[in-house]
């Protein structure tokens, strides 16, 4: 390869080869353009086709019968936040304890090997966690259920609040620890009161992240909420998400439908990047030492 | 404990109380038992999926990978259609998005202006965030009938002549569950790329820079030959995700359980057939059957997974854990 830088190049060689240099930097430069235009692309379309269809009715009626014009998603926007709510029920406290675990004790060895398992079960598809829980929660209560969604959202958060936990607590300084425990306090108690209030910000920002990852998740939720086209009366019964519609109507023959999947797509994509937004107002301000 | 201002006790004894190592002992108990929920999740998804797949795996045995009938009405069931589908759906995203995401991060590293860094890198994890079935949505009502009505037809009349590009076009296909991948997986593509780019020492650039190399020619010998074993990593960790993809292929490929040579032709994945078939699954082997096809993507997505942690793991300590 280094062929190409000749010891005496020539004049019409140099010329050549910085030519082709800028030639590349273009590609390259094109091809980062190439990148990003799905996003706006996704987001054009969105608001184009989306922002026309939404109404007052969108937020508080539930679904018209099939083939009726009209109607709203209401059931499925509160179905989301139900979900989310119970996954992170679970996801948090699993999440966040195991990530104490990881940067507070724990060997080097034993603590590979956890992140390593968190980084595979990270890699599971998405689907898979649907199988999962319809047989560990759907099949034994014999129904479909807000639960067994919401459990199956907040097992795939559990690896993702987990490594963002331990990737702020170890940026606490070490000093931090030491200072409280030279003062006597226990080990848990500097934990919880010293190092998890330092990175208290960032853990959140951790937290926010993994909710609005599975917020959009669909393929989880196909065989254990199910979808539903009314309020659910319980926790126990199926319930809709914004996904979970929006997966229904675009699949239908219906144009008016197809309207509201796209209203619904961007409430959904409104809410995932209005958080992600605060996420990076949150960690501007995350600085320790 | 102490009130503020007032003198903490000299402590007497031995340094730790026992009531509070106690709590101590708890604490780090609960701690350890939370790490471990992910060793026993991984156990319990392999385990479940076993469970669910057993009756079909001893029915069918090792020929339901290589079969190519998948008929519920006679309780028929092979897993080649779906396998295939996912191969090659994963990887035309590959081809497409290594490329494309290994030069963004190029660009990113070696020559944009810090300025504008922040705010491209910005734009590629909000890519990130986008969910699969606002993908799926796009991809049925904008990009299929563009690439059907345009791109198909012009791919087509350019390279009709290999059969990877001939017979009818309907749109929904092969080739846009592809491109539909390679969409989503290029951001985690890219970062991954960016990362190993930029563990790469400013020493190796400017050795090359001091022999006279053009940005360019610094970029290829000096960086991208250092770099290449963590972009394959990049690469198989892009192939971990495209494996497992679900909604947004489900809506554009087409599902139907075919093996063609043509990219036009309609194609179905493991992780499709799930989602479509498992609320309708009639008889107790169908639904061993899908859970057989949940069985084969899971260990697809885990050895591809684990190979990619490995290969990265050695170069940044791992940094897979950072996206999505």
Redesign the interface.
């Known amino acids: 390869m280094p062929a190409a830088i000749s010891v005496h190049p020539s004049r019409g060689q140099q010329v050549w080869r910085r030519f082709k240099s800028r030639v590349m930097a273009a590609v390259m430069l094109t091809c980062a353009l190439a990148v990003m235009a799905p996003l706006f692309l996704v987001l054009y379309n969105l608001v184009h086709e989306g922002a026309t269809s939404l109404d007052w009715h969108f937020f508080t009626q539930l679904p018209k019968p099939t083939g009726e014009v009209g109607g709203g998603m209401a059931n499925a926007i509160v179905g989301t936040l139900v979900l989310l709510a119970m996954a992170a029920v679970i996801g948090v406290p699993f999440g966040v304890m195991g990530g104490v675990y990881l940067a507070e004790y724990g060997s080097d060895r034993v603590n590979d090997w956890l992140r390593f398992a968190a980084d595979v079960l990270n890699g599971i598809p998405s689907i898979v966690w649907g199988m999962v829980v319809w047989a560990l929660l759907v099949v034994p209560l014999k129904t479909f259920s807000a639960y067994a969604g919401g459990v199956a959202l907040g097992l795939m958060m559990i690896p993702l609040v987990m490594r963002t936990t331990e990737e702020v607590l170890v940026l606490v300084p070490q000093g931090y620890r030491e200072a409280a425990l030279a003062l006597g306090i226990a080990r848990w108690r500097t934990i919880v009161v010293i190092v998890v209030r330092t990175a208290l910000k960032g853990i959140i920002t951790g937290i926010l992240v993994a909710l609005a990852r599975v917020a959009g998740e669909t393929a989880p939720l196909l065989f254990t909420a199910l979808g539903n086209n009314f309020w659910a009366r319980s926790l126990a019964a199926p319930v809709s998400a914004l996904p979970l519609q929006i997966y229904a109507y675009a699949l239908s023959p219906y144009d008016d439908w197809h309207r509201q999947a796209w209203a619904g797509a961007l409430v959904l994509m409104a809410l995932i990047l209005l958080t992600n937004i605060l996420v990076r107002f949150l960690s501007r301000e995350r600085r320790f030492a | 404990?102490n009130a503020p201002g007032e003198a903490?006790p000299i402590?007497t004894g031995p340094p730790?109380a026992p009531p509070?190592r106690l709590?101590?002992l708890?604490?780090?108990w609960?701690?350890?038992?939370?790490?471990?929920?992910?060793?026993a999740?991984?156990g319990?998804?392999g385990w479940?999926?076993y469970?669910?797949a057993g009756p079909a795996v001893r029915r069918f045995g090792i020929a339901f990978l290589g079969n190519s009938t998948w008929d519920p009405v006679t309780d028929r069931y092979g897993a080649w259609p779906f396998i295939f589908g996912t191969l090659v759906s994963s990887a035309i995203a590959l081809v497409i998005a290594v490329?494309?995401?290994v030069?963004?991060a190029?660009?990113?590293t070696?020559?944009?202006p810090v300025r504008i860094r922040q705010p491209?890198i910005?734009?590629?994890?909000?890519?990130a965030?986008?969910?699969?079935?606002?993908?799926?949505?796009?991809g049925?009502?904008?990009l299929i009938p563009w690439m059907r009505d345009h791109f198909f037809r012009w791919l087509q009349g350019a390279f009709g002549f290999l059969p990877l590009f001939q017979g009818p076009i309907y749109g929904v296909s092969m080739l846009a569950g592809g491109i539909i991948v390679a969409?989503m997986i290029?951001p985690i593509v890219?970062s991954i790329s960016r990362e190993i780019l930029r563990s790469v020492p400013d020493l190796q650039r400017e050795a090359a820079y001091a022999?006279?190399?053009?940005?360019?020619?610094v970029?290829?010998?000096a960086v991208l030959?250092y770099a290449r074993r963590g972009i394959f990593g990049a690469a198989v960790l892009g192939l971990?995700?495209a494996?497992?993809?679900?909604?947004a292929v489900t809506?554009v490929i087409g599902n139907r359980p075919e093996v063609s040579a043509s990219l036009f032709a309609p194609g179905y994945t493991l992780?499709s057939v799930?989602?479509n078939e498992?609320?309708e699954a009639t008889s107790d082997l169908y639904l061993n059957a899908?859970?057989e096809l949940?069985l084969v993507?899971?260990i697809l997505?885990?050895l591809?997974?684990?190979l990619a942690?490995l290969m990265l793991?050695t170069i940044t300590g791992?940094a897979?854990?950072?996206v999505?």
């Open positions: 404990m903490a402590p730790l509070r709590a101590d708890a604490f780090r609960i701690a350890l038992l939370a790490a471990l929920t992910i060793v999740l991984i319990l998804v479940e999926l469970h669910g490329p494309l995401g030069a963004t190029l660009y990113l070696e020559f944009a491209v910005m734009i590629i994890e909000m890519l965030a986008v969910p699969s079935v606002i993908f799926g949505l796009w049925i009502f904008v969409i290029l890219t022999l006279g190399a053009t940005h360019w020619e970029i290829r010998v030959s971990g995700r494996l497992g993809e679900t909604m809506m992780a799930i989602a498992f609320t899908l859970f949940g993507l899971l997505t885990v591809v997974n684990v942690q793991r791992g897979s854990g950072k999505n």
